[in-house]
């Protein structure tokens, strides 16, 4: 299930896509760990990974939709491939994984643009080895869209100047094409315009953070645009906007797998191997149950990823559903991969802090992911909305099979108008939850049966509903539901070992319980609330056999697996 770079085949890619993530995953190898730590703590900017993108043609085969491809075949916006990508560039280290994101980002609003110049322009540069930035932000107003300050100022006979700055910036130091978000000073309309890092008009004030990656601050002077430069205007720059971040922020989750999938290797392979007080590490119980925890998130978390991207590439005006799925990637999965690397620090303790091992880099970079493209405050609000008709109002469509066929997903860049997420339907999620007969499984759909009824007799008061913190703790408890939802599916289709998906239901037999008690103690829950809370407590079945084998085939079953080369 996990990623085991020297080991991956890659069957479900064709020959050429096979060949990119071998290639990149020799590339790092060859580089080794020593040197790729070096280059972390000196923040060396990663030249050589990119001139080895350049010289091997990684990221346009990936990234180009296939209708800019010139006929190539491997030239397609394919969300399965790019998601490999995403997990071999997690697995060894964010500053690599991010200027691919950020690329992938300044790519949406030019393949969702109708500025047919722009996109092969986008296509030549990608090919050439370039990478592009996504200038939307701003040191005063974040990623405030309605507040942006940078100008674009008409001048006639279709040319225009741009003038304002953006911050937070990635590959704004070097991108060849910099989607910038900004509004038309005459008509204040919202506008997207293509900028070049190198230009004299163009000053990349600074790197805002002490890193190996580069976040620019970067600032427009009297910057010429012309009509071959404006991606959008209006309500289609909005929607370009938020589509794009609908895009690229399904990676946030997949570059968390890739950073616990390297730390459990390191960690297990160095518990295995040390002897405290006459006793292996691995020989404690509490030891084992860290280790057995951290497992199954990390399979739960690439078990609803995998399957979400199948939702993804399916997706079209009538079926919507990615638009949970996809902010749950975002921010359920990484927020799980901070609970995955804060249990393996429980069990390697100090070792964590040391500057050779490649732990010490995911220690830091996990906490990231969840904080970028949109805090999970952003991403629950949305979630949210989905509630009512996923729960109470299912409809009926077809099944959605495996998505791993060497297809373009041409509706990723033709989403249509945000809104209306209140709207969106899904199919029964009772469907998934009644495939399986599992003891933890039966206990979690008894906790569902309870927040249901919690929703439908003691709903949230208009008060309750203004107060954020108490809608976080209760869109925790619905993400779970749907978080479950597409674990069931992709266990049933892959025929995974069903002690280990009982083992990830006691974990979230456990969450659901923790976060049906942060609501229990809300200062404004009600007495009825309260009472309803308690009936969603539960403690997980016990099976100490069914812990024993995970713990034997798919987690001590670890040790040694993997070692970075040196």
Known sequence: MLLH??????????????????????????????????????????????????????????????AYGGGDPAYRWDTRRICDMNEILGFYGLPYWYTWQVTILGLGPI????NET????????????????????????????????????????????????????????????????????????????????????????????????????????GYPVTEEDILSTGQAAWDAALNTVNVGKFNLGWGSIGICTHALYE????????????????????????????????????????????????????????????????????TEGEHVINLLWDVIAARGFEKDVYFEMAAREIRALPKLEGTVHVNMALVVKFMKNFLFNPAPFPEIPKRDDAANDDFLFNQGPTGGLSKVLFHDYRIAYDSMDLPNLAVFKEQI????????????????????????????????????????????????????????????????????????SKPSSTPEQMELCQKMIRKPHVDPARFGTVWNDHVYALKGAYEMNA
Not at 23 to 50: C, N, P, Q, S
């Open 267 to 334: 960690a297990i392979t160095h518990a295995a191997n040390r002897n405290l007080y006459g006793r292996w590490v691995t020989d404690f119980p509490h030891i084992r149950q860290l280790f057995v925890d951290a497992y199954a998130r990390l399979a739960a978390m690439k078990l609803f990823s995998t399957r979400a991207i199948d939702y993804m590439r399916s997706a079209s005006l009538e079926d919507r559903r990615y638009l949970l799925y996809n902010p749950m990637v975002k921010m359920k999965v990484t």
């Open 449 to 520: 049966d309870a927040f249901k009824r919690f929703l439908m007799t003691a709903p949230p008061s208009k008060e309750q509903s203004r107060d954020i913190d108490f809608l976080l703790s209760l869109g925790e408890l619905f993400t779970l539901v749907a978080y479950g939802q597409l674990i069931l599916e992709k266990a049933a289709m892959d025929d995974v070992d069903k002690n280990l998906v009982d083992q990830i239901f006691d974990v979230m037999v456990r969450d659901f319980s923790k976060f049906a008690l942060e609501i229990y």
């Open 5 to 66: 770079p020297k080991k991956e085949d890659y069957a479900h890619l064709d020959p050429r896509s096979r060949e990119i993530m071998q290639k990149t995953i020799e590339f790092f190898e060859r580089k080794g760990k020593a040197k790729l730590k070096e280059d972390y703590h000196h923040m060396v900017w990663y030249k050589d990974f990119l001139d080895f993108v350049k010289e091997n043609e990684i990221f346009a085969p990936l990234l180009t939709p296939s």
């Open 111 to 114: 393949w969702m643009s109708a």
């Open 118 to 221: 722009a996109k092969k322009k986008a296509a030549q540069l990608l090919k050439e080895g370039h990478i592009f930035a996504f200038g939307l932000s701003e040191r005063a107003h974040g990623a405030d869209l309605y507040s942006t300050e940078m100008a674009l100022t008409p001048l006639g006979n279709g040319r225009y100047v741009a003038d304002g700055g953006k911050y937070y910036i990635g590959n704004g130091n070097e991108a060849a094409m910099v989607s910038t978000f900004g509004k038309n000073s005459e008509t204040d309309e919202y506008v997207f315009f293509a900028v070049d890092s190198r230009h004299e008009a163009y000053d990349c004030i600074q790197n805002v953070v002490a890193w190996q990656g580069f976040v620019a601050e970067y600032a427009l002077n």
